[in-house]
T-cell receptor, first 112, second 109 residues
């Protein structure tokens, strides 16, 4: 199993550009989440999904969209990038009934 | 709203025991998790407490007191590789986690 994979690993965007961060898991986990982590901070929940077709907002959803059309994939879309969105983005998955979240390696995004 | 408080930094020597505390305020509570993160890496799961008491996993133990809204992570027989950031996180349902700001642990020889 590859676990949770994220692409790209690094990305530089200009203000106003849009892009999609990809996240996939091959563990057939029901739950998937997106977090952002700013330097020296904890992770903040952006959006999460409890199953295909079901998504919900976390603490900091503004400026981001998600969809969950399959169990495996959970892409995060930045609609119009802003410098405040410069961060490391982590995707995570979790099996229903379990407590452990498995994190991907992260995408380091810089918006100039 | 929700908030979690944990110390920003802790220093200890190899072989020692260290305790990292976490207090939380939340409108909904299902359990308290602990994650470890090395610099430049992804968080990895350490433990979860849903009920009061102590959970032990090897050198690591975690404690929860729901009535005090308090938990801690205990690391025994510290090793250099334990130098990392440690985060407590509250689950408020539907697997949504709210993380604390993290405690940076420095283990010295």
């Amino acid at each position: 199993n590859a676990g949770v994979t994220q692409t790209p690993k690094f990305q530089v965007l200009k203000t106003g550009q849009s892009m999609t961060l990809q996240c996939a898991q091959d563990m057939n986990h029901e739950y998937m989440s997106w977090y952002r982590q700013d330097p020296g901070m904890g992770l903040r929940l952006i959006h999460y999904s409890v199953g295909a077709g079901i998504t919900d907002q976390g603490e900091v959803p503004n400026g981001y969209n998600v969809s969950r059309s399959t169990t495996e994939d959970f892409p995060l879309r930045l609609l119009s990038a802003a410098p405040s969105q410069t961060s490391v983005y982590f995707c995570a998955s979790q099996q229903g009934g379990a407590y452990e979240q498995y994190f991907g390696p992260g995408t380091r995004l810089t918006v100039t | 709203g929700q908030s979690l408080e944990q110390p920003s930094e802790v220093t200890a020597v190899e072989g020692a025991i260290v305790q990292i505390n976490c207090t939380y305020q939340t409108s909904g509570f299902y359990g308290l998790s602990w994650y470890q993160q090395h610099d430049g890496g992804a968080p990895t799961f350490l433990s979860y407490n849903a009920l009061d008491g102590l959970e032990e996993t090897g050198r690591f133990s975690s404690f929860l007191s729901r009535s005090d809204s308090y938990g801690y992570l205990l690391l025994q027989e510290l090793q250099m590789k334990d130098s990392a950031s440690y985060f407590c996180a509250v689950e408020k349902g539907r697997r949504a986690l709210t993380f604390g700001s993290g405690t940076r642990l420095q283990v010295q020889p």
